[in-house]
């Protein structure tokens, strides 16, 4: 039977057209030697042990964010881990990283596709965006369009690089990964900033900003994360939400937005993009039946991050310089949601107030002051600016 089984893994390596091309004739034995048996050589049980011979130190990937969720699950601990300690194990375990076929293995074995990496990089997380793709609302009257891996979401602009044909893998590499870093290319290791760009031509920009804080054209941002646990399963039939992995939980969210993301300082000093990692709220529905808390705040933590949504655009200059609420510095005269009307222990989800960056910091008022005055260097550049804009349109216009 272990030699039939052998047989038959050789027969598709040799056939599957995508697999590649240095695994094709290798005898069988080469990957499935682990103790003589038939066992996975890709296991992350194993350590990639039929693997790593050919693929030195690439098991050291297990070790790392995709293996581990090492931060995923300190959050969980220390929100709703607090009133569930079977949380993570209810609700947060499809995606571990089981062994090297997760992703090498979807067309025999071959390098992973960017609809490959989407498997597990989708929903809110980051991934989806980069082909255009944002998480659609949680009630089932908005799951509707085109179905990827069991889930429909609204079509957005996508990443300029993906337009490109560029995979993860041109900036994500394996030895990046298998190294515990994030990427293996930053923007200027492929770009240089042109110098006829106005905004490229401040120093300020330059030294102070990831490029993605102006790039980014849209993020997926989701405020008030609710999680309505069901110890009785009658009580859902009053819900009518999207289900999810366990079937003790629902999940909901107060508002889901597609803009210009919030922006803060990342843990490089930076001004980056920031998001809600999450705003967490927890109902216990019989309890709440029974005159029980809702809606209990657990935590309200950001974090920095690359939306990987960029264009060749940009923001203009009011964008940052005269948007407070972009910083988490919402004044109360635009406020337009009551938070504390609607029970939610937070006076708005943008302002600082009650909130951290689990990556970063958010920027001070007194910085934000600085940003936003109105001083001769930055009335020329924002004159210069419109101007440049006028001549476009001038020119566009003529026969």
């Known amino acids: 039977m272990r030699w039939m089984m052998f047989f038959i893994v050789g027969f598709f390596l040799a056939n599957s057209p995508d697999a590649t091309a240095a695994h094709v004739g290798l005898a069988c034995g080469s990957c499935h030697r682990q103790g003589g048996s038939s066992s996975d050589p890709a296991s992350r049980e194993s350590r990639a042990s039929g693997c790593v011979g050919c693929h030195q130190g690439r098991e050291r990937i297990f070790d790392h964010a995709m293996?581990?969720?090492?931060?995923?699950?300190?959050?969980?601990?220390?929100?709703?881990?607090?009133?569930?300690?079977?949380?993570?194990?209810?609700?947060?375990?499809?995606?571990?990283?089981?062994?090297?076929?997760?992703?090498?293995?979807?067309?025999?074995?071959s390098k992973p596709?960017?609809?490959?990496?989407?498997?597990?990089?989708?929903?809110?997380?980051?991934?989806?965006?980069?082909s255009g793709r944002a998480p659609r609302e949680d009630n089932m009257r908005y799951q509707r369009g085109v179905v990827v891996n069991g889930a429909t979401f609204l079509k957005m602009l996508p990443d300029v690089h993906y337009s490109a044909g560029m995979t993860c893998?041109?900036?994500?590499?394996?030895?990046?990964?298998?190294?515990?870093?994030?990427?293996?290319?930053?923007?200027?290791?492929?770009?240089?900033?042109?110098?006829?760009?106005?905004?490229?031509?401040?120093?300020?920009?330059?030294?102070?900003?990831?490029?993605?804080?102006?790039?980014?054209?849209?993020a997926p941002q989701e405020y008030g994360t609710f999680f309505l646990r069901f110890r009785d399963q009658r009580l859902k039939e009053d819900f009518d939400l999207t289900p999810g992995p366990s079937?003790?939980?629902?999940?909901?969210?107060?508002?889901?937005?597609?803009?210009?993301?919030?922006?803060?300082?990342?843990?490089?000093?930076?001004?980056?993009p920031i998001r809600p990692m999450f705003i967490s709220y927890y109902t216990d529905i019989m309890r709440a039946r029974n005159s029980g808390p809702e809606n209990t705040l657990l935590a309200a933590e950001w974090r920095a991050y690359f939306p990987h949504t960029v264009q060749r655009g940009t923001v203009t200059c009011e964008g940052c310089h005269d948007n407070p609420t972009r910083f988490l510095l919402e004044p109360e005269a635009r406020r337009i949601y009551d938070l504390r009307k609607d029970?939610?222990?937070?006076?708005?989800?943008?302002?600082?107030?009650?909130?951290?960056?689990?990556?970063?910091s958010f920027m001070d008022g007194a910085r934000y002051l600085r940003l936003s005055s109105k001083s001769p260097a930055y009335t020329k550049a924002y004159l210069e600016k419109w101007k440049n804009f006028l001549n476009r349109v001038e020119n566009s216009s003529r026969p």
């Not at 293996?67 to 969980?76: D, I, L, P, S």
């Not at 990496?117 to 989806?128: A, D, E, I, K, S």
């Not at 492929?190 to 490029?211: G, K, S």
């Not at 029970?343 to 970063?360: C, T």
Request: one cysteine or more; a positive charge.
């Open 247 to 272: 079937p003790e939980y629902l999940r909901s969210a107060y508002l889901k937005r597609q803009d210009a993301p919030p922006l803060g300082i990342n843990a490089a000093g930076r001004v980056s």
């Open 169 to 218: 893998g041109a900036c994500h590499s394996m030895d990046s990964l298998t190294k515990g870093k994030k990427s293996s290319k930053g923007c200027y290791d492929c770009h240089t900033p042109d110098q006829n760009v106005l905004e490229h031509r401040i120093p300020a920009h330059l030294q102070r900003l990831e490029c993605y804080a102006c790039h980014s054209a849209w």
């Open 343 to 360: 029970g939610m222990g937070l006076e708005s989800f943008w302002l600082q107030n009650g909130q951290r960056v689990s990556n970063g």
């Open 113 to 130: 596709s960017v609809a490959t990496c989407q498997r597990c990089h989708n929903g809110y997380y980051t991934g989806w965006d980069y």
């Open 67 to 109: 293996g581990q969720r090492a931060g995923e699950k300190r959050f969980v601990q220390r929100s709703y881990g607090r009133l569930d300690s079977d949380f993570w194990d209810k609700n947060c375990t499809s995606c571990h990283l089981k062994g090297c076929l997760d992703c090498h293995g979807e067309r025999g074995i």
